[in-house]
Every structure is written in C-alpha cells, then in structure tokens.
C-alpha cells in the first residue's frame, strides 16, 4: 500500500487502506478483514459480493469520490444483469476494480455475519455465522500420473482457492462426490460444516456447479406438549416455514412424570417414546420443507432444545433417572451428533444435530435456550425470566451472576385439572373482566376480538362457540375475581350473600363463580370453582416460592424487571399476573413478554456457531437451585399460597389497584386449604 | 530423589532411579516413564501392574539386592493371590513399595507396549500400542447441590484419575452409561478410542466395574474372491480365532473388471454388491466371534484391506471410475469411520472401523498393507515386493525410495483359464517334477505329502481323487517342461516325435503334455495345453513387464531380492518361478515369500496406531506408475513373453540349472503367438 495509491474506505465497518490501481474490491475487503461475502470466490458467479459505491464529497472519511473511481462495468457484470438483474448502483465486487479514492457500501445481504432482526418485541439481533457454509471450487481433473482420489483434490482445492485444511468427508457425500464432480466439469459448490473453532471441517454436501438453491436448518423447540419447528435459510437467517405438532408421547402421558412412570413400569417404553418422537421429527421435518418448496436434503442442520426427560427421550436414553432424586442427568453437556446415529432419516443424510447443553436434572436445554436468547448475565438490572408451562423454568441474574430452578407449577396455567379448562384453541376464554359493582363478567374467547358485552358478539362465536377457559382466561378469571371481591385473599369464594351476586352458586360445601351459562345455545356452563382456585393457587404458589429462593440466594427482596417467556407467557396479562402474586411486584411496564424465547434460543444457536460455544459456557456459570430439596421452598410456598402473598407487600401492585379486604371463611381468613399438602411433585 | 534414597532400576528397560521409602513400584515405574501396565490406576484390582524383583548382586547395574528390598506381601496381594493365583516371585507393582535398592523386571505381559512375534517366517514383531484402550475409573456419584451429567462426571475421573481431558461418548454407550455406572456401583470400566495424537478420546464401551473380558478387534483382508478375518485380542495382540469366506460378490463377476462392468450395465448393481458383500461381514464377524467364544459386541475396531474396487464397493461408492482411465479413485486417503454408517450391524454399535489408504487406482490398501508389513523403505538392499494375485501389486524400494504399480496378470495364476486348472483344494496338483531324461511326470495333489511316485499314493488319493492342477501346479508344470525340454523358449510345445515321449500329445494343430489320465478311475484326463501356456505367458509376462517398469524407473538393471507376497506367494516355488520369468533374476536364497502379508499390515494397523501414520506417510511418499499409459511397459510386456525371457539373462537361474536349447516352431525361433494381442486388461 503506497501513500499514492487509491484510498478506500468500507461503510459501515469504517475499515480503510491504499491498495494499487486495479485492485478488485473483494479483494481490498478481504485484505482489510471487511466482512464482505463470496461463495464462487470472486469468479464473478455467484453475486454474494455485491457493494455500493458512493460518489461525492465525504468529509467524515476526507474522500471526495469520482464517477470514475471504480472500474467500468466490465463484460462479466453485464452479462449478470442481463441473466439475473443488478438493482441500481450496484458493482459486482469481485469484477469491480479500484481506481481513484472511493468509499464502498456493503449493504447488509453482502455481509456474511449480516444481522437478523428478530421478529419479537425485543430489539435484540442474530448474527450470522452458521456452522455450515458454501464454497465453488474448481478442482484438478485427476491424472494418471499423479493418482490421488477426487475427494483429496477436493482437499486442495479448498486448501489454494479458500486456504481451508485438512477437510474430511461426511460418508454419504463420498458415496456421490464423483458424479457431482463430473457433472459439474470439476466445477462444484461444496457445503461445510465446522461446528468450532479447532473442528476439523467437514464436507456435508456438494453440487455441481453453482449451488444456487440455498442451505436450511431446523430450530427445533421439542416440547412435551408440541413440538415447534423453524425452517431457517443458513445464508439470510430467515425462516423460511414454521410448523408445529403435538408430540405423539402424549398417548404416553400428558405430563413428564407420568412418561418417566410409563417408561419405569413398561420395559421397552422408553424406546417406544423415542421411536414415536422421531418418527414425527421426521414428518415434522417433510411437512415443513414441503410448505416451504425445499428439497429435505438442503437441511444439512438442526438444532434441538427441550426439557430434560424430552431430551433423554429424543436421544434414546431411559429417563428413569430423571424421575427420582437426585435427578441424574446421563449427560448435561451440549451433543453434536449426525442425523442419522439420531435416527432422524427425513434430513440430509449428511446433517449434523445439535442439542443445546441442559442447566440441571429439572432445568432443561429449553432453560437454556431461554438463556441464551433473553441473555439475564448481560442485564445491567436485576432480571427475572419465567418460562411458564408444565414446569416453570426460573432464571435470575444481571451481569454478575445468574441463577436458575425449575418449579413444579403443574399444568393448570395450560387449563389442564381446571373444571371448565381447556387448551388454547378457538372459542376458549381467553381473557376475562369482572365489574367491581355489578360483579358481573365480560369476556373474549380466542377467534374473535369482540368482548361478550360488544354487539356482534354472538354471531362472530356462533360458528366456535363458548366452550371452555383457556390459561390466560383462567389468571384473569381468579385475578378479577379477587379485585372483584368475589375472592378472598386465602383463595375462599363468597356466597351470593357475602357477595352480593346471584353469580357465586352453592356447589356442596363451596361456592363457584359462574362466567358463562351456554346451555341454552347447547353450550357448557362455565364456571370457576372453588377447586379450580385451589389449582391455580398451587401452581403459581410454587412459581413465586421458586423465584423467592433464587432471590433469597441471591440475597435480594426485589427485582427490577420480569420477563415472562413461553408462548403461554406472551398472552398473560401481567396485571392479574401480579394481582394472582404469580411474580414478584415490580412496576407494571417492567413485565414484559419475551415470546417463544426457547425457540429463539434454538434459532441463535441454528444461526451462529459463537451462540453454541457462549450458551455452553453460560450453563457451567449458572448458579443451579434445586427447588426439591431446599426447605425454603416450602415456607415461601405456604406463604405465597394467599393472594396475592401472605406477607410480601406488592408496592407497585398498590399503587394500580386497591383490592378489596374481604374474609369469607369460618375465621375470616383460613390459608384456603392444603396448598402444601396437595402440592404435586413434577411434572 | 535423594541421594540416600533406594535405587530402583527397571529391566529390560534399564531405567533407573531413587525414590523415597514407601513408594510403590508403579508409581517409580510412571515417574522413569517404563512401560508399566495398569487398567485400574493402581486400585490392586486389574492385576495389569506385574513385576519380578530379582535378588542378589548385580554388578552390571552396581545394585546388590537384599531380600527385604521391597515392602512385605500385603492384604490386597494376599487376597489377589488366594483368588486368581500369582506366579511365583510375582508382586503387584501397585501394592509393592521399594524400601531398599531394587532391581525389577517388568515381564513382557506386564507391559503396554508388548511386542508380538509374528507367526510369518519374518522376525518381524508388532508393538502392540493399539487406539482402544481400558481405563478403569471411580466416579462420583450424582449430587442435586452440583447437577451435572453422569458422563460429565465419568469425564471428570479419567481427568483427575487418568489425566485424560475432552472425552466425547459415542452414542449408544450414552443411553446404557446411567445403568453401568449403578450396576458397577459408580465404579466401572470404560474404553477409550483414540486413534491418533490430536484425536478427541472417544468413550466407545464401558462396563460395570473391572472389565476382565478383552476386548477385541478384526483384521480382515477384503480380496476379489476370499475374505479373510483374524480375530485379535486388542490387549495381548494374539490372534484369538482366523476365518474366511468367500467373497458373494464372485456370483456378479469372478475379476474385478466384471464387477465394475455389473455396476454399469445394471442399475443399482453396485448397491446391491455394497449389501451383499457388507452382509458377508457381518455373517464372518458372528462366526469367528463364536469360534472365539468371544461376544461380538466386544469387537471395538475392525481394519480393512481390499484392492480399490473392492474399497469402493464396501464402502458404497460406485466403482465405475475404476473402469475407465484415468482410473480415478473417489477417495484415495485413510478413511476412519463408524462401523453403523459402513453399515456393518454384528460389530459393537460403538465400533470404529480405519481402512488402510489405496495408492493409486490399481494399486489398493491392500498394496499399501503389504508396504506396512515388508517396509521396503526401510531396506538396507534393493528388494522387490510382489502380491501375486488376479492383480499383481509391485513394490520396489529401499531406504531412498520406493515404487508401486500394479500390473493385469488375469486369473491364470489361479488355475482359472487353465483347461485343468481349479483352485487351491484338496484333490488339486500342486507340485510336479518331470524326469529329463524319461519326460515322465511325478507329483503331489493337496491333502496328500506322498508323491504320485512313492508307495501309498493311490489309496491317499482315493478319497480326493485327482481333480486338476491349482496356481502353483501350473507354474511347476510349465516351468518342468521348460527344464525337461518339452517346450522351447518361446512357449511352443512340441510333438512327440520332437520331444520323444508319447506324453506330448496332438491336439487340433498345436500340442498338449499328459500329466495324469484319470479317466480308468473316473477322474478327468490332466494335460498341460498349448492355451494353458499361453495363458501363463500372458500373466508372468504382465509380472515381468510390471517389476521392469519399477526397475527402469530406478534406474536398475538388477534387485537384489524378491518378496512373494499374498496366500498364493506362500506356495510358489522360487526356482519354478525364476525358469517361468516371473520375477528377475536373483540369487535362489534370495527369493522368500512373505505369507499373507496384506493381511499382516492390516493386523498391525489394527495393534498399533502409530503404523496407520506411518502407512498413511508412506503412501504419500511412494513413487506411483501407473502400466496402462507407459509405453515401455508394452515392449517390456512381449520381451518377456518368451521363457524365461528374450533378451535379459538370468545368469543366477543358470548356475542351478541349464535350459535345454530346443526350439518346435516353423521357423525354430517363434514367439508363441500374439501374447500382445491377446493380453486381456485389468480384471
């Protein structure tokens, strides 16, 4: 670099340097490490290099830019607009040669390490960096004089076109590399995968000629319930398809506990729950390239998170051990596997798998993955990150420490065990208000975004019907109960007489509040019952007691922000959430709802190489509690029995809503009942 | 170590050292780095850690040894000894500790690196230094307050008990590790893979407790027709139990050419050569395992040697390449793989299989096995290495360099294309003298040490009858009636009248000789045919041509010894040989045969890692020749035609024995007969 060549200077990476007069732009930004990106390697096929240059005076950068600072389109750009379309004031950077001072853009689809904004509320990116990427090599024919096999010119051919070492090859991949070879004229793309740093590479897929047709992974996001998947384009990040099914273990039993049970009482249960979460793997795995129009054997990737025992159970491995203390995981580190020791025969027959490391016996790789997509050890405050499903997974920290548990809250914030519960699903209540005066409800059921006392409303729900509560309608429903007066804080329901309302009806020796009366359409009657409080009492009992003991290890009695995650989390309203005593009290615009942060989780690590090795690291930092056999859990679990807690004063709460003191029991203020003593263990 | 301290000297090793009262012998051992066996890391279990204290004076080594110069027998060898019994003047090296000066013999089984004389007429021996190895660990158990996985904790002991770090664990010993680890009562034995320097050590099996059962690897030479297996122990290096089967692919082609030919002409045919012959593996493997006595499961390794068409087709790869020039192979580099993804199902699930690397399109890994085992780079003289198969493979070197091609001999030397020729099987002439002077023959058939001359012949023979003549029959038959005078230099046999014996038989316009007329008993008529010599010709020709190939290209005239190499080399005559024109010309006691020497490289690829390296190099560093493309190989080819050939002498044949001058042909001198023409290709 002369002090008189031509300056050059990169946007956005600010990187800058004298290269000769000639000098095409790729190769000045692989010389000064800007991160533009080439499959074909500057041959100009593959259009990965794609810049901007800018004309003009720019006195931050002290260029001025001719028109002539870069080199005339050359016949090779030409002829890729014509084929293929170059949008306006856009340069091939492979063909395109330095001549005078200039300042060049790399727009964002050139960058390889280009960032994913995430569809989520939180602003937060993916960088690119998957494990698995392209290179277009030419490779020497072979020659009888100097016999090597295809595969080891392959090796060189990466070694002086790409400068990559001692690559080995998938074995599938052998099986066809000389027909690939053949039919692409010695020209062909190769994809490899290098999961790390000191990873050997490993060639997964090769096609003849420029491979034009894209790259995928799978963020998987195995659930005991569903499972969810996102097919992801490697090269953008995109997610091309998303889909989800149940999980068929659920003929099994609906929670975990009662899987580990069927696998503990039924020899070969286990493997019959691995063979049926694979075969719907590999359905999930056709069904989505399917809706996306891509070909099963462009997934070279897939990346699981999940719980535990569904862990265990994906890579075949009796989760006997998980079903009794002290909760012994067979391995808790993060796996790289290939697809096929997997049993998983719908992707590439090349993939490589990877399965995020698990936290504890009771925290799962989807804690994890919650981990690594809302990043509690980068929070400058105070965070609390509730996973709310089956097992509420329980993350506290900020950037000195991070903490975790799991609580067995049990499935009645699914709306299972509640007497008008059900899943989410068309015509379930979905969100509730009680009026303070007149205690009398209006409602929205998921499919229609009417309230019950809007006009319309029968007719828009006449076709789904009223047929059950789901989670988030059964918060609300206790919640406003409770603001309502209709509800106790031991979680006791008034009679029509303490509460003024024809609503409270005697059931035995109880009371229920009835929201709804469809019998006369042929319809439920939907009420809350006083054992549907019960339930709800359990389970966000132990979901307060689980964040009270990482507080407590933690030595804080606040926090200063909530994150609810799950897709369960992004419906519940964090008012009657902290009105439940669900959370610990903290202002209501520092409850927030991360979504599906497992699946983002998964996508993170799907997406960039760096995630893996982070999220590895952050599980062996993480402070694990296990709630099972900390006596203090059941004192914070009695105590946040009441509603919202027994002695915890909710401050922020207080200051949005004064809830009435009603006493409806014998005493005027009984517990409500054997919380402790009904509390079930996990599942 | 103190001046003061005893001193320990380790024989044969000669290593030597003080240590401080109390220490144990293993302990000293590891510190001086002397090859010390210990499975159970000095626990007094594994018994591994034998040793002899000698006693008295020892000028040599300036150590007088007293009789208290090592700890009293303790507890633990009191109890081993009750149990399994101790030789006399044996101690555990882990429970003996050094109280006075000491001389200790490690004995050979006591060692890691005991070396294993080969049963082959070579003094080679094998260092036994194989990549699978036992570790016996006490692990700790699982703990809620530290929840990491079983085999992070495995991980863990080999760390702190064995200083092995980064372990990774195959697969299916993940979902049986939680219930050995119980059963073992968290103490257990596992075997490490790692088959070189860098590799990340691979958790391939583990067993509760100390594992006593061996563990247990194939050699197994993959030829065109036989496959042969030897069964090794992986920690004495014996070989427990050898087997063979034919090859299942012969009924798609009996030569190499004819598979490849298959595989173009029928869709799928490869495949289906790949499964049947994968399926033989798996059939030999449950029967030597059986023979054994030995679980196939214990098999953790297998190394392959197979010609390249042979490595293709079991490895999946479709060998058309092979047909055609330029002979390109898919893959010429060593291959480390999964036994599951070569589908071979009878192995551990675990095991791993290495194939040796080929070295070129015709010259395979089982030409390179035969490197390993007959080093000619680490010659001292000029030797040739010759694999005498359907193919030959050709080795020429010493220690400045070595050479290799293969050359198309065809199946003649096999008894295939011979009018009475047949295998290698009881009944089968295999030897034969013909008397010069009265031209009668004499000989030997396989199953009998009688010569047809000698008393007892016919009632030994009753049972096989007299069936044919096998490879090694037809080269004493032609070479006898070289020496005897019935056939002239150029292979022209001659009429009776010529030779003067009623033996030489009319046949058509060409003559034949009579070996033996069975036909009274019902057996076949054996005579040695015109076409018969030709075909010899043709396949020693081919050897001749292909070994002078070598030669000019090392600028030779003359080798200073020959190797005959393959199972078929083993029962050639030397002297037959050398009339035929086989090999060059050298003195007798200079010609040896090697045994199966493939199959030897293969064996000590599988004790001994560091050979894989070693081969991997020497392959890499040989001096490839590709026959089909040099045009000299074609001059070299009909020089040779004649017997033993046209122009070059063979002054050292001379001295033992004079070739009559005779010549049949029209002109006296005839070259037989469009030995060019005819020459068929490789197959």
């Not at 240059?53 to 016949?75: I, Q």
């Not at 051990?321 to 290939?338: H, M, V, Y």
């Not at 106790?488 to 409270?504: F, H, K, M, N, Y």
């Not at 020796?509 to 319809?523: I, P, S």
Request: with cysteine; aromatic share 4%; glycine share 10%.
């Amino acid at each position: 670099m002369a002090d008189k060549d031509p300056l050059v200077v990169f946007t956005p990476s600010g990187k800058r340097g004298r290269f000769p007069v000639g000098t095409p732009v790729l190769s000045a930004a692989r010389q000064l490490g800007v991160d533009l990106d080439s499959v074909c390697g500057g041959r100009g096929i593959c259009s990965k290099c794609q810049i901007v240059p800018a004309y003009g005076d720019f006195s931050k950068h002290g260029v001025t830019v001719a028109k002539d600072a870069l080199s005339e389109w050359n016949a090779v750009e030409q002829r890729y607009d014509e084929k293929r379309g170059l949008k306006p004031g856009r340069r091939l950077g492979c063909q395109a040669t330095v001549q005078r001072d200039v300042v060049i853009d790399v727009p964002p689809e050139s960058q390889v390490h280009r960032q994913v904004v995430r569809k989520a509320a939180s602003a937060r990116v993916i960088e690119m960096d998957p494990a698995t990427r392209l290179f277009y090599v030419e490779v020497d024919e072979p020659d009888m004089h100097e016999p090597t096999g295809d595969l080891e010119r392959v090796a060189r051919a990466l070694r002086q076109q790409w400068d990559i070492s001692g690559i080995e090859a998938a074995f599938p991949v052998l099986a066809g590399l000389q027909k690939t070879l053949r039919k692409g004229a010695w020209k062909i793309t190769v994809a490899l995968h290098k999961p790390h740093e000191d990873a050997v590479p490993r060639l997964v897929a090769a096609w003849p000629g420029l491979h034009e047709s894209g790259l995928f992974g799978l963020a998987i996001d195995l659930g005991s319930t569903t499972i969810a998947a996102h097919l992801t384009d490697l090269d953008t990040g995109q997610v091309v398809a998303s889909a989800g099914v149940m999980n068929p273990q659920i003929r099994f039993g609906e929670d975990l506990m009662s899987r580990v049970s069927y696998a503990m009482m039924n020899p070969g249960g286990d493997a019959e729950m691995t063979r049926v979460v694979r075969e719907a793997l590999d359905t999930l795995t056709v069904e989505i390239a399917a809706e996306a129009g891509v070909d099963p054997a462009l997934i070279l990737e897939a990346v699981f998170v999940c719980n535990p025992v569904m862990h265990h159970l994906l890579l075949g491995i009796d989760p006997v051990e998980l079903g009794q203390a002290p909760f012994a995981l067979a391995t808790s580190g993060a796996l790289s596997l290939s697809a096929v020791e997997m049993g998983l025969g719908a992707l590439s027959g090349s993939a490589r798998i990877y399965v995020l490391p698990c936290i504890a016996g009771h925290v799962g790789a989807d804690a994890a993955a919650v981990a690594l997509s809302e990043q509690p050890g980068k929070s400058d405050d105070l965070v609390l990150v509730v996973d709310v499903g089956t097992n509420a997974e329980i993350l506290l920290g900020d950037r000195s420490r991070v903490l975790a548990c799991s609580s067995p809250t049990g499935p009645a914030f699914e709306g299972a065990q509640i007497s008008s519960g059900q899943r989410a699903a068309p015509g379930a209540i979905e969100a509730i208000r009680i009026d303070p005066e007149t205690k009398e409800p209006r409602f929205r059921v998921i499919g229609c975004d009417l309230w019950s006392d809007e006009d319309g409303f029968a007719e828009a729900t006449a076709q789904t019907g009223i047929t059950g509560i789901c989670g988030s309608g059964i918060i609300e429903a206790v919640a406003e109960m409770r603001i309502a007066g209709l509800m106790d804080p031991s979680g006791l329901i008034g009679s029509a007489e303490q509460t003024g309302t024809d609503r409270c009806v005697a059931e035995g020796r109880t009371h229920a509040y009835l929201v709804h009366d469809g019998t006369d359409e042929g319809g439920p009657r939907i009420t809350v019952t006083q054992g549907d409080i019960r339930a709800i009492q359990l389970a966000k009992s132990a979901l307060y007691a689980g964040a009270r003991l990482l507080m407590d290890e933690r030595g804080v009695e606040k926090v200063d922000r909530v994150v609810l995650a799950g897709a369960f989390g992004a419906h519940i309203s964090p008012l009657h959430a902290m009105v439940l005593g669900m959370i610990p009290d903290v202002p209501l615009e520092q409850v927030t709802s991360a979504g599906n942060a497992a699946g983002t989780g998964a996508r993170i690590a799907l997406c960039n190489v760096a995630a893996r090795r982070e999220i590895e690291r952050m599980v062996r930092e993480i402070t694990k509690v296990e709630t099972a056999i900390e006596p203090r859990f059941q004192e914070h679990f009695v105590a946040a029995n009441a509603i919202p807690h027994a002695t915890d004063t909710f401050p922020e709460l207080s200051k949005l809503v004064v809830l009435p003191k009603v006493a409806f029991g014998a005493g005027g203020d009984g517990d409500g009942g054997g919380g402790g003593r009904r509390r079930r263990r996990r599942g």
